[in-house]
């Protein structure tokens, strides 16, 4: 079987589909000596299989859900080395380079342990997957999640807050919008005031600065009448170094109405001069000694933030591709191995 294909024939959008796939995992890798555990929480089904001994442990950490594509997504096609489907590159084809170095590393002389996590959920925010399997212990010295990076190192990546904010304006007839207050101009007002403010101009080594993104409005009902009241989902994925506290507390500062946090996740905030990240560059040249090695930060998040609060240093490093989440989502075949091997020099070296 080849299991990269068949994964990708499984439409993971959905949670029994994306169950199926984990438990399609579980199989493979039993049948092949590697005997783990699934964990439900609430409906979704995590794996964890651990190889090798010793007082290190290194973390493997991938998704198998993915987002939503068109039927023809979900029929893998390889051309000009290329794999094309959805979940190619986010993050099917890492997480087989993962499955496939753990079934490997069982035969080699490890002398710390490598943990295997294969989550539902990341897409819709890993509540249930990575950041249960933490909550239960399952943690270790140095995480590795194979997010699609062009096999780049990345480091860091933004922090996310999601925010709600109510505006209340004063109704009145369309045709004398001076005797009311209209929620929805009133409403952007707020909008400019939070582009403006320092905080999030500030950037870092990494990052020109925060993102501001404003993902949803509504207000009003008809045309002929002042509306008076309007909310916009606002979604900020802030430089790393940040204090969330303080941006949230600087917004309510300058907002004239309702400020409802939704959404306030870490970042990834790992050192650059980590020792972990010497040994991984090493292995990295030398599976693909023609690469430029270069540290790479995201400005989406992903699992890798459920680690960084407890201070254990997390990267993401993953095939080559392209268009996840786009039409022609694609992974680079060699790089999927590439990746693979890479996992297996860092592991035995780690």
């Known amino acids: 079987m080849n299991l990269l294909h068949e994964l990708i024939k499984i439409d993971s959008s959905n949670l029994d589909n994306t169950n199926r796939a984990i438990e399609l995992c579980a199989d493979y890798l039993k049948r092949h000596g590697v005997e ?11 794996y964890v299989a651990t190889v090798g001994a010793g007082e290190k442990t290194l973390i493997l950490n991938g998704h198998l859900d993915v987002v939503s594509g068109k039927p023809s997504q979900f029929e893998p096609v390889e051309k000009d080395g290329k794999i094309i489907g959805r979940g190619t590159a986010d993050m099917k084809g890492g997480c087989v380079s993962m499955i496939e170095a753990m079934i490997k590393l069982k035969e080699k002389n490890l002398q710390n342990k490598v943990m295997l996590q294969l989550v539902p959920d990341e897409e819709i925010g890993g509540k249930f997957g990575t950041a249960n399997l933490v909550d239960k212990g399952f943690v270790g010295d140095f995480v590795i999640c194979t997010e699609p990076t062009n096999l780049k190192i990345s480091i860091q990546s933004k922090g996310i ?4 904010v109510n505006t209340r304006g004063v109704a009145s007839h369309g045709s004398r919008p001076w005797d009311g207050v209209n929620a929805i101009t009133k409403a952007y007002e707020n909008f400019i005031r939070i582009q403006n403010l320092s905080i999030l101009k500030e950037g870092s080594e990494y990052y020109e600065k925060s993102s501001l993104n404003l993902a949803k409005i509504k207000g009003g009902d008809i045309y002929n009448r002042v509306p008076d009241e309007c909310t916009m989902l606002i979604d900020i994925r802030y430089v790393p170094h940040l ?5 949230i507390n600087a917004i309510k500062d300058v907002v004239d109405g309702e400020v409802v946090v939704k959404i306030q ?3 990834v905030y790992t050192n650059p001069n980590d020792p972990s990240i010497e040994k991984l560059k090493k292995s990295l040249l030398k599976i693909v000694p023609e690469e430029t090695f270069e540290l ?13 609060p407890l201070g254990i240093p997390a990267i993401e490093m993953g095939p080559k591709g392209n268009f996840w989440h786009g039409e022609d989502e694609y992974a680079e075949l060699l790089s999927i191995k590439q990746l693979e091997n890479i996992l297996i020099d860092f592991a035995l070296n780690f």
């Open 243 to 247: 204090d969330p506290d303080k941006i």
């Open 296 to 308: 790479a930060v995201q400005h989406g998040g992903s699992d890798a933030r459920y680690f960084s």
């Open 36 to 46: 783990g555990q699934i964990i439900e929480n609430q409906g979704y089904k995590s």
């Open 265 to 267: 996740e870490h970042g």
């Open 161 to 164: 807050i999601v925010l709600r």
